[in-house]
């Protein structure tokens, strides 16, 4: 993989980055029964969310394996389900699947819209500039215009991200571009990304994993009623254990671990990559993985490619 450009990268740890995330699935909830189907569905507290709110949270099968996740976030007239490039066919057929007698209509927002992130420490000030409402609160969203700002992050910096007609999306970008924010290339969120432990769908999470194996516990609340996989969530909170767990690992080399790849205690196998990347402040690799429970701590050394693995955190962000 090509290394961060140091301009971006720089931007995006200490300045302000912008980068597009049009491709990532939009999706809105219209009808009465939208915030009561999605709570239904989903593994965090949908119903009680107000305009301008919002909330991170899995959708799961009835066996409790993650189908994708979503960032919900309510609005006056409906629900913006945004989600990862992956799963916005997928999820939207899920949901849509589950609409029998309900008061619910789901339209695709792809292609009449845009989504442009901006991040980094000073991406609030970014917004500023523009004359942008700045949201305080994570998932919190404002309207600007004929945009909505929300304060999504991709790469665990500060971040928010713009909404806004796709007709219009070369001049917001123009507009961010002078107000300071240089662009960030693939290559720099991934790393930022993973220095700072953020997982992402597609990569750390698949429908491979069970909700508590991410340790995503923002994603999850306990207190309100069913939900499809709730069941399975239920049983891993009751006994307390899963088998493996995602953590964050240094690893001594400047090669990246192919997805996939053995993370070793020993001879024995206990756990594998799942996204890496190379950190120039660190001057290291940063990844994902997942490993077993008992060997989850932070400072625990393994082996990835015959390179020395540390555990540098038990949980990812």
């Excluded at 999706?27 to 991170?56: F, W």
């Excluded at 928010?160 to 662009?183: C, M, N």
């Excluded at 196998?269 to 932070?298: H, K, M, N, W």
Aim: charge should be negative.
């Amino acid at each position: 993989m090509p290394s961060p450009s140091p301009a971006g990268y720089q931007s995006l740890r200490e300045g302000a980055a912008w980068f597009d995330v049009s491709n990532r699935g939009r999706i809105a909830a219209r009808g009465e029964d939208r915030a009561r189907l999605l709570h239904a569905m989903s593994t965090n507290q949908v119903e009680a969310l107000k305009p301008g709110e919002g909330c991170y949270a899995f959708f799961l099968t009835a066996q409790g394996r993650i189908l994708g996740d979503a960032n919900l976030l309510c609005q006056a007239d409906r629900f913006l389900i945004d989600t990862e490039p992956e799963t916005a066919d997928s999820l939207a057929a899920h949901i849509d699947q589950h609409i029998i007698a309900d008061d619910v209509t789901l339209e695709d927002l792809r292609g009449a819209t845009c989504a442009i992130a901006i991040e980094g420490p000073r991406a609030a000030e970014t917004l500023a500039v523009l004359g942008a409402p700045v949201p305080q609160a994570a998932f919190a969203h404002c309207p600007w215009a004929d945009r909505v700002v929300a304060a999504l992050s991709v790469t665990g910096q500060p971040g928010y991200r713009v909404f806004a007609p796709a007709t219009g999306k070369l001049a917001l970008i123009a507009q961010i571009e002078s107000a300071g924010a240089a662009a960030a290339s693939s290559e720099t969120i991934q790393a930022v990304r993973l220095e700072s432990g953020r997982p992402r769908y597609g990569e750390d999470i698949s429908t491979a994993n069970l909700a508590q194996e991410t340790q995503l516990d923002t994603a999850l609340n306990f207190n309100k009623g069913c939900y499809l996989g709730q069941e399975i969530v239920e049983r891993v909170r009751s006994r307390g254990h899963v088998n493996r767990l995602l953590v964050r690992l240094a690893i001594e080399r400047s090669e990246l671990p192919a997805p996939g790849a053995a993370i070793l205690s020993g001879a024995a196998a206990v756990g594998a990559i799942t996204s890496a990347a190379f950190s120039p402040t660190l001057g290291r690799v940063l990844a994902l993985g997942y490993v077993r429970t008992d060997l989850a701590s932070e400072g625990t050394v393994l082996d990835v490619d015959g390179s020395r693995a540390e555990i540098i955190a038990s949980r990812p962000d």
